[in-house]
């Protein structure tokens, strides 16, 4: 059976799907408004089961590419949850220090999707490493929908500090030249923006259609960015104007990409949001922005 697409759903119902996504509405409010749209014997249900991830058939490095080496580890927490786990990857054959590059997941934890990322930016040559922001709550718990319903638990705050502290652990590992830089898609986006108000030694910057921080806090911003839009997302675009003021005022070195016609979470393969042509694109513009501000 063709892999569905974007394109072989309304785009109301996607609006509706990205409201669930991000905790506007819970599976019931969901299946309630999918409905209407249910139609030639699929389900509400089966709507929700078609536009969630399908991590098996996504996978481009596998978890035991001989390649890499991968380990999962963890690192204080400054926010008082003890050590929060994570995922670095690295090139296995690796012998001199490495550019690091912290990934930072979507609201839904360290799944499979981020692990594979974390793989991708390794064989490019990058210490990469994705924390898990579910640690205090038990970690990713394997099951999408429950991921979304403990991520609405965490304590925001505390979680980004865990962010803040992961990269500059990550700067000082033995396998790091000090070099770190941040992607991050949706939630994660959001974070590697906040990342860039808050550590002025970062090096670079890439968040995938995530919220802005303040417009004051631009003036902050230290790292060059490279932001990636979708141009069907309204959500995240509507915040962009007022915030690009702001880094042209401050002066900070920016490059902003929207891709026309493509979904809010686009990058992710998992998904049918997920379109090939912009991800492409996208991610060769990251690997290119990271080898110019890490490996020079």
Not at 17 to 31: E, S
Not at 52 to 70: E, G, H, I, Q
Not at 130 to 138: M, Q, V
């Amino acid at each position: 059976m063709p892999r569905l697409t974007a394109a072989d759903f309304d785009q109301e119902l996607l609006i509706l799907f990205d409201a669930y996504v991000h905790g506007d509405i819970d599976r019931r409010g969901f299946l309630e408004g999918a409905r209407k749209f249910a139609v030639g014997g699929l389900t509400a249900a089966g709507l929700l089961a078609a536009l969630s991830p399908d991590f098996a058939d996504a996978t481009v490095v596998p978890a035991d590419d001989r390649r890499l080496k991968t380990q999962r580890l963890d690192y204080p927490s400054p926010a008082g949850y003890g050590r929060v786990q994570g995922y670095l990857c690295r090139p296995a054959k690796a012998r001199a220090k490495l550019p690091a590059v912290l990934v930072v997941h979507e609201n839904r934890g360290l799944n499979p999707h981020i692990e594979d990322i974390c793989r991708r930016l390794a064989l490019e040559g990058y210490l990469a490493f994705a924390p898990d922001a579910l640690t205090p709550l038990g970690g990713y718990p394997g099951d999408e929908d429950k991921a979304r319903g403990l991520f609405a638990q965490l304590d925001q705050a505390k979680t980004a500090e865990d962010f803040v502290a992961a990269a500059q652990w990550l700067k000082v590992r033995a396998e790091s030249t000090g070099e770190v830089g941040v992607v991050g898609f949706c939630w994660g986006g959001g974070i590697a923006h906040r990342l860039a108000t808050r550590l002025p030694d970062l090096e670079a910057a890439v968040p995938f259609y995530g919220d802005h921080p303040p417009a004051q806090d631009a003036a902050k911003v230290k790292a060059p960015l490279l932001i990636h839009f979708a141009g069907m997302d309204e959500r995240i675009n509507a915040a962009w104007p007022a915030y690009e003021a702001a880094l042209k005022a401050a002066h900070v070195r920016y490059q902003a990409y929207q891709y026309p016609g493509v979904q809010h979470g686009f990058h992710n393969d998992t998904t049918p949001r997920y379109d090939a042509a912009a991800a492409k694109l996208a991610w060769e513009r990251t690997l290119a922005f990271f080898a110019l501000h890490l490996k020079d």
